[in-house]
């Protein structure tokens, strides 16, 4: 992880989703900053999933 990840907030989360619509079930795996030159992201995974698709979501602030 570069200084910058580390001394600014991540602009994306990432989960792994398995399932459709109203039974998909989300589970937060990581998160995402923007490169310096923009043309990309570093993530930083808690885990990997085998199965099903990874969401990249923009990250908001909980309230």
Known sequence: ???ETKTTK???RLYTV???GEA???NDI???WPTKDGK???LS???MPLNGRIIMRTAEAKS
């Open 45 to 47: 995974l808690n885990s």
């Open 18 to 20: 398995t399932g459709e």
């Open 24 to 26: 998909a079930r989300w």
């Open 10 to 12: 991540p602009s994306h």
């Open 1 to 3: 992880m570069t200084k």
């Open 40 to 42: 990309g992201y570093t």
């Open 30 to 32: 990581g998160v995402a």
